[in-house]
């Protein structure tokens, strides 16, 4: 994995369910859990949704908070 794509899976935006408009980052935990427990979509948004889940696992969010972009604070 690169620099960029985490970036971007910091950044990307939920295009569905119940957190739909929020960055991958600010879904809450128990939501990636359950997606855990169900699997994780066969696209880039299933890998982007895996990788979010193990930076929350590992308490790294708030590491990654600043790159966060501006329209996603």
């Known amino acids: 994995m690169d620099q960029q794509e985490l970036i971007d899976a910091v ?3 939920m295009p ?4 739909q408009g929020r960055p ?3 879904l ?3 939501y990636l859990v359950w997606f855990k427990s169900k699997g994780f979509p066969e696209s880039k948004l299933g ?3 895996a ?3 193990e930076v929350k696992l590992n308490g790294l969010e ?3 908070m600043p790159l966060l972009q501006e329209e996603n604070r």
């Not at 569905?16 to 957190?19: D, E, N, Q, S």
């Open 47 to 49: 890998r982007q949704l």
């Open 16 to 19: 569905f369910g119940k957190y």
């Open 28 to 30: 809450p935990e128990p």
């Open 51 to 53: 990788l979010i889940y």
């Open 11 to 13: 950044n990307q935006i």
């Open 24 to 26: 991958l980052l600010k």
């Open 62 to 64: 708030s590491m990654l």
